[in-house]
C-alpha cells in the first residue's frame, strides 16, 4: 500500500477515535449528576432606601449573602488572577494545567493551580477535596457538566456565593460586610485585592488572625495586577500602603423585635423591604439604651416613630437592648399596659364633637361620687371651676371622669376600636377609670390613636411593609375637634433643656407608677415613647413627664427635618372666649341637668360665698336648696359628712382661717363656696 494511502488511513482512524473518544466524553458528561446549585441564602431586611437592617444566617450559623450588585473592577481583577480564559474555555483550562504542572516540576513545588473558577464552584457546591486525583476529575467532570447547563455569568454568580472568607463568612457580600463593612459594589482597589485573595486560603489569610499573611496575599493580587496594566504606579502605591483590617464587622442587627415578627409573617421571602429608616433606627436605639439606664438598671424603653401622613413606622425600638438583662426579649412595643392619662385627649375630642364642651368652658375640678366611685386627681387637690383647655394641660381626672360618664364608655372603647387600636379589658364591660387608663394598649395602639388625632381626625394604618396597601381608620373626630386636641396639647411646656417648638405631646403615668408613657406629633411625624419594667413590676418615682417627654423631644431631635408645623385650625373652628360662647357652652352641665329646673342641682345657701363665719369652735350649720340625697360635704378636700338625706345639716368646725365647702349630692352634681372662719 502507497505510503501516502497508508498515512491518509491512518488519519482516518485518529478521526475515528477522537469522535469515538468525544461522544464518550460527552455521554460521560451528560450523565453528571450534579449537587444542588440553589443553596440557601441569608434572609435579608431592607430600610426603605434598600439599606440593610439586619440578615439571618443560613444552616450552621454561616453567613451566606446573595451577591447582590458587584463591583466590576472587582469582577474583572478576580478573573484575570484566577482564570483569565474564563469566558472562553469549557469548565477545563488545558493551557492553565499545563502551565501548573510544568511549575510544580520545575521549582519542586505549586507554584499556581491549574483550577477554573468553575472547577473551584464545582469544589465549592459539593465540599469536595482537591488532594486526591479522584477529587481533581470529579471537579473537571462537574465543572464540565456546569458549562453545559448554565451559563458564564451564573457559574460566576455561584462563585460570588460560595466563596468562603473565613469563619463563618460565605460568598463576597458576606466578605465585604464582615471585613469592610460594606456591600460589594464600591471597592477599593486594595479591598477587592484583599477578597480576590481571601477564598484560596481562607483561614490562613484571615486579617483578624494573621495579618502578615493576609497582607501579603493581598500585594501579590496588587502587583500582578500591576504587571497586568490594570493598576497605574500610583495606583499600587496607594493601594499597597492601605490598611488591612484588623478585626470582623458585626452583621447589622438593627430593629431586632420588628425584623423578626417581619420574618414570622412571610416566612417564605428571602428579602423583606420595610418603611423603616436604618440611619434613624441606629440613631434611636442606644437613645432608647440610655434613658432607660438613667432610669434603673431594671427599667427597659421603647420607642415607635411613624409618619402621619403616610402611616409608614420608620423606626421601631422594642427594647432598651434586645440581650439585655431587662428582659429585653419582650417587644414593649406590642406588650398590653395601662395607657395611664394619654387617653385623656380622645375622650376631650369626643365631648367637642358632641357639643357637650369647647376648649374654653369651664368645668368642674370638684370631688364628685359615681355610685361609689370617687375619682381624685393625682396630687388630690381640687381646683374648682377650670378651663377644658387648662384641665387637659394639668392632666386632671375629675373633669375628664364627668365627661367620660356624660359620653358613656362605650363610646370611648368605640373610638378606640374605629382608630386601629385594640384595647382589652380583664371583663365586663368598661367602666368609668377607661379615661384614667383603665384598659389594655400597647405602645403601637397609642401611636396609632395618635396618628389619627394628628391627621385631623381620621388617618392611615400604621404599617411596616414597602409594599403593603394600607387602609385608613374610620372617622373618629372631626377635623375642628382633632385641631383643638393639638392646639391644646402644644400648649403644654416642654421638659427642662427642651426646646421650645410647636410639639403637641401628652404624658402619662399608669397606676403604681408601672408606666412612664409621652406620645407627641408634629405636622408629619408621630412619635410614642414607654419607660418602664416589662414584668410590670412598679418603678417608684416614675412619672410620664419625667422620665418618658425628655426622651420624646431628644427622639424629634434626630428628625429631618427636626419638627414639622403643626397644620392650621379648620375654617369652622370656633376661636373665641368663654364670654364669647354660646351660653350651653360656657360652662359644663351634664345633658339631664339642662333639661331641669336649677333647683335640681344642690345650692349652698348656708353660708354664703365669701362669708365671714365668727365661731367658738361649734359646729357649722349647712343648708341647701336642690339635689338628690344622700349628701356628702368636703372642706377643703377633706370629706367632713356623708349620708345626709336633709336639706339642712352640721358639719364638724374646720378651723379657723379659710376653708372651701363642697357639697354633692347623689347624681355627682356639686356645688362649692369659699368662707373665712374667725
Known sequence: ????????????????????????????????????????????????????????????????????????????????????????????????????????????????????LTMQVARLIEDGSTGRWSGKIRQMRVALALEQRLNKQQILNLYLTHAPYGGNLEGIRAGARAWFGKDPNRLTPAQAALLVALPQSPEARRPDRNREAARNARDRVLRRMHRYGAL???????????????????????????????????????????????????????????????AGSSVSGALVVADHRSGEVLASVGSSGYRDARQGFVDMTRALRSPGSTLKPLVYGLAFDQGLVHPETLISDSPVMFGRYAPRNFDGVFRGEVRVRDALQMSLNIPVVRLTHELGPVRVMAALRKA??????????????????????????????????????QGPVLHHGVLSQPGQTERILSDTSAWQIGD????????????????????????????????????????????????????????????????????????????????????????????????????????????????????LLFPPENAVL?????????????????????????????????????????????????????????????????
Open 488 to 603: 391644646i396639647l402644644a400648649g403644654l411646656t416642654p421638659p427642662q433643656g427642651a426646646p421650645s417648638k410647636g410639639l403637641a405631646y401628652k404624658t402619662g403615668t399608669s397606676y403604681g407608677h408601672r408606666d412612664a408613657w409621652a406620645i407627641g406629633f408634629d405636622g408629619q411625624h408621630v412619635i410614642g415613647v414607654w419607660l418602664g419594667r416589662a414584668d410590670g413590676t412598679p418603678v417608684p418615682g416614675a412619672f410620664g413627664g419625667d422620665l418618658a417627654a425628655p426622651l420624646l423631644f431628644e427622639a424629634f431631635g434626630h428628625l429631618t427635618p427636626e419638627f414639622t408645623p403643626l397644620r392650621p385650625p379648620p375654617p369652622a373652628t370656633l376661636m373665641v372666649g368663654a364670654a364669647q360662647l354660646p351660653p350651653p357652652l360656657q360652662r359644663f352641665r351634664p345633658r339631664a341637668a339642662v333639661f331641669q329646673d336649677d333647683v335640681s342641682a344642690p345650692r
Open 1 to 116: 500500500m502507497p505510503r501516502s494511502s497508508r498515512l491518509l488511513l491512518a488519519l482516518a482512524g485518529v478521526l475515528y477515535l477522537s469522535a469515538f473518544a468525544r461522544d464518550r466524553v460527552e455521554s460521560w458528561i451528560d450523565a453528571t449528576v450534579l449537587p444542588p446549585v440553589l443553596a440557601e441564602t441569608s434572609v435579608e431586611m431592607r430600610d426603605r432606601n434598600g439599606s440593610l437592617l439586619r440578615s439571618f444566617p443560613v444552616e450552621d450559623g454561616i453567613w451566606r449573602m446573595r451577591p447582590g450588585p458587584v463591583d466590576p473592577a472587582f469582577a474583572a481583577m478576580l478573573i484575570r488572577y484566577e482564570d483569565k480564559r474564563f469566558w472562553s474555555h469549557a469548565g477545563v483550562d488545558p493551557l492553565a494545567m499545563v502551565r501548573a504542572a510544568t511549575q510544580t516540576l520545575w521549582n519542586g513545588r505549586a507554584v499556581s493551580g491549574g483550577s477554573t
Open 232 to 294: 497605574s504606579d500610583p495606583e499600587l502605591r496607594s493601594a499597597l500602603t492601605e490598611a488591612v483590617p484588623l478585626e470582623m464587622r458585626p452583621f447589622p442587627r438593627l430593629a431586632p423585635h420588628l425584623t423578626e415578627r417581619a420574618r414570622r409573617q412571610s416566612p417564605g421571602a428571602e428579602t423583606h423591604d420595610l418603611t423603616l429608616d436604618a440611619q434613624l433606627q441606629a440613631q434611636l436605639e442606644p437613645l432608647v439604651a440610655k434613658a432607660a439606664a438613667r
Open 614 to 678: 365668727e365661731t367658738d369652735g361649734t359646729a357649722l350649720t349647712i343648708k341647701l336648696r336642690g339635689g338628690v340625697g344622700p349628701f356628702s360635704v368636703l372642706a377643703n378636700g377633706t370629706p367632713v359628712a356623708t349620708g345626709k338625706y336633709h336639706h339642712e345639716f352640721d358639719i364638724p368646725n374646720p378651723g379657723p382661717g379659710h376653708a372651701a365647702l363642697v357639697v354633692v349630692d347623689a347624681e355627682g352634681q356639686s356645688d362649692r363656696v369659699t368662707v373665712r372662719i374667725d
Open 420 to 457: 386601629g387600636t385594640n384595647p382589652e379589658l380583664k371583663g365586663g364591660r368598661p367602666g368609668l377609670a377607661i379615661s384614667l387608663g383603665g384598659v389594655g394598649l400597647s405602645l403601637i395602639d397609642l401611636v396609632q390613636l395618635y396618628a389619627a388625632l394628628a391627621a385631623g381626625g
